[in-house]
Structures are given as structure tokens and as C-alpha cells.
């Protein structure tokens, strides 16, 4: 057994002690962690929509890839990687904008399609929410030292490229067995759904909570 210590770098993010634009994109690069187990783990326990369910496992196909693709091609990140005691992994492509990048790809598709819209108008999230998050995700990891331009770059285009490929898979390929999937005895026992068929969810889901809520069948027992 080797007597080298090793960090877990699921939240091991380091940045210049008084650099204020560092510690704030220090919190960025942590954005696919939060997106990660509190929005799609979030979704699962509240939510079960089989589309969002579908859009986290193609995101964890994408990281299983771009880990792939780092381990074949063996490119070391950049020198300053030896401060940030971050040698010890490959550089390209960079996983931080690979993730955001199909995110951002995903969720914009989504968007476009009306696929289980909450908002009426949710474009605005993604253009000017989604989108700058990517961008500073994939800037924040050049400017922290962890990667290079190149691998950041390649990181974005490897995302948006899986994110549409992955978005036409679910919605011309997998959607068709959505419903046997509802139907199923694991469906029912989860509650699993999918509501992408509805234009407007959030007003659906208000409006039958409302209806609910003066039917008798629906009332709690006291």
C-alpha cells in the first residue's frame, strides 16, 4: 500500500487565498455537483418524470465517455496542475464542461420541444441562466489552473455533440416505450410518469390540485 495521500475530488477545489474572482469560480466549478445531487435527486424523490430521469442517465453516460476518452488519450493537464496536487488524472477533455455543456445542450432541447415544460416561458432560464453557467463552468476551470483552453473546448463541443445525440435517442427512440415503462409494475410502484404531453404543467398541476381539493374521494381521513 502506497503512502501517498489522495483527496476525494468530488468538491476539492482549490483557488489563490484573496482571490475573490477565484473563490466565486471555485463555487461555479461546483455547479455540476449541485445540479447533480440536488437537482436530479431532488427530481427523482418529488418528481419521477421520465424524462428528467432519462436526461440524468444521459449525463451519466456522457461522464462515463468523456472518462473513457481521457483514459485512452492520456493527455496531462497543465503545469499548474502540480499546486492544485491534480497530476495524478488526465486533462482532456475537461468532465466540468463536458457535463455543463450537455446540460445546457439537453435542457435547451428540451425547452425548445416543449418537453415537460414548468414554466410558461422557460427559454429565458436557459438563455440566460443555463447557458452562463456553462460558460463560466468551462472558463472557471482554465482560470483555476485545472485545464487548458483546448480541454475545455473539447470538453464543451464532446457535450453539446452527446446532448443532441442523446436528446434524439430519448425522443425518437426510448419515448416509445414510455408508456409500457408507466404501466409497468415498477412504474406504478415508483410513480413514474410522463407528463412531456402536457403544454403547460404547472398550470395542469395547480388546477387539479385545486379540483382535488373540493372532491370528497380526494379529502384526508381525520
Excluded at 475530488?9 to 455547479?31: C, E, M, N, P
Excluded at 485512452?72 to 493537464?77: C, L
Excluded at 468532465?95 to 418537453?115: E, R
Aim: glycine share 6%; with cysteine; proline share 3%.
Amino acid at each position: 500500500m502506497s503512502n501517498q495521500l489522495r483527496a476525494v475530488t468530488l468538491t476539492h477545489v482549490r483557488y489563490h487565498k484573496g482571490d475573490q474572482l477565484g473563490h466565486f469560480l471555485a463555487w461555479i466549478s461546483l455547479v455540476p455537483v449541485f445540479i447533480s445531487l440536488g437537482g436530479f435527486v431532488s427530481h427523482f424523490i418529488f418528481r419521477r418524470e421520465l424524462q428528467g430521469m432519462f436526461f440524468a442517465l444521459g449525463l451519466l453516460i456522457s461522464q462515463f465517455i468523456s472518462d473513457s476518452i481521457k483514459l485512452a488519450v492520456q493527455e496531462a493537464r497543465p503545469e499548474t496542475c502540480i499546486m492544485l496536487e491534480m497530476c495524478d488524472s488526465h486533462g482532456w477533455p475537461s468532465s466540468h464542461s463536458q457535463y455543463m455543456f450537455f446540460f445546457a445542450t439537453y435542457f435547451t432541447l428540451l425547452t425548445y420541444n416543449k418537453l415537460g415544460i414548468i414554466l410558461r416561458r422557460q427559454m429565458w432560464i436557459a438563455c440566460f441562466v443555463v447557458w452562463p453557467l456553462a460558460l463560466l463552468t468551462m472558463y472557471s476551470r482554465v482560470y483555476l489552473g485545472y485545464h487548458t483552453v483546448g480541454q475545455v473546448f473539447a470538453g464543451a463541443s464532446l457535450g453539446i455533440f452527446l446532448g443532441v445525440v442523446w436528446f434524439w435517442v430519448v425522443n425518437s427512440r426510448i419515448k416509445k416505450v414510455f408508456l409500457v415503462i408507466e404501466e409497468s409494475s415498477i412504474g406504478r410502484w415508483f410513480y413514474i410518469k410522463d407528463t412531456s404531453h402536457i403544454p403547460n404543467l404547472l398550470e395542469f398541476e395547480y388546477e387539479n390540485a385545486r379540483a382535488a381539493r373540493r372532491h370528497p374521494s380526494y379529502k384526508r381521513s381525520e
